[in-house]
């Protein structure tokens, strides 16, 4: 009953180094998505994988990189963190558009 | 671009008061709108969606309402209690190109006081 599991709930880099963030759904949906959270703002969307196979960029793609793993697990990778990356990261996943998306509890990833 | 907005970035109310927050659209394409309630330190929680084609929804305790001629939602909270106090998020999915990709708001930071 997890729902949406990501991890690592925290973590701080320094610029340039890279890490990917993990992202696994137990409700077997198929489409998944990252959205990255800046203070004051709303979620914007970087990435989605609408079934698994297939990946599209959303509205703020630079910088990263996604992986659909299977249809459960679907990473975002920083190549070479930089400092406007720093952000809340949140997974989402979702069945059919019109059920809404269900959403983990966040990364909250500082770049230095 | 398109966009979802809020008219109010907060609002503070009294416990046990009505609430209403607001939030304008202008992706006359869009289709399907949701409302998420934002605790901190935590992920957007589901709280009631509308079709297009329906002007009024109600669920326990809030009411979604959607004025498509001037493109406009909001959602109304009864007897708002202490834990109703989050950021709360209006988003569109919308039509044609943009099918199935949600697009959020600001937000709107709801405060109630005991």
């Known amino acids: 009953n997890a729902g949406v599991t990501q991890t690592p709930k925290f973590q701080v880099l320094k610029t340039g180094q890279s890490m990917t963030l993990q992202c696994a759904q137990d409700m077997n949906h198929n489409s998944m998505y990252w959205y990255r959270q800046d203070p004051g703002m709303g979620l914007r969307l970087i990435y989605y994988s609408a079934s698994e196979g297939t990946t599209d960029k959303g509205e703020v793609p630079n910088g990263y990189n996604v992986s659909r793993l299977n249809k459960r697990e679907f990473s975002l990778r920083l190549e070479s963190a930089a400092p406007s990356q720093t952000s809340v990261y949140f997974c989402a996943s979702s069945e059919r558009r019109i059920y809404g998306y269900t959403f983990g509890s966040g990364t909250r990833l500082t770049v230095v | 671009g398109e966009s979802v907005g809020l008219h109010l970035p907060t609002l503070s109310v009294q416990e046990g008061d009505n609430s209403i927050i607001n939030c304008a659209y202008s992706n006359s394409a869009s289709d399907y709108f949701i409302w998420y309630k934002q605790e901190s330190g935590k992920g957007p929680q589901f709280i009631i969606d509308?079709?297009?084609?329906?002007d009024k929804r109600q669920g326990q305790r809030v009411t979604v309402l959607l004025n498509k001629t001037v493109k406009h939602l909001s959602l109304q909270i009864a007897a708002t209690q202490p834990g109703d106090s989050a950021v709360y998020f209006c988003a569109e999915i919308g039509g044609g190109t943009s099918y199935g990709k949600l697009t959020f708001g600001q937000g709107t930071i709801l405060t109630v006081h005991p």
């Open positions: 509308i079709r297009s084609n329906m």
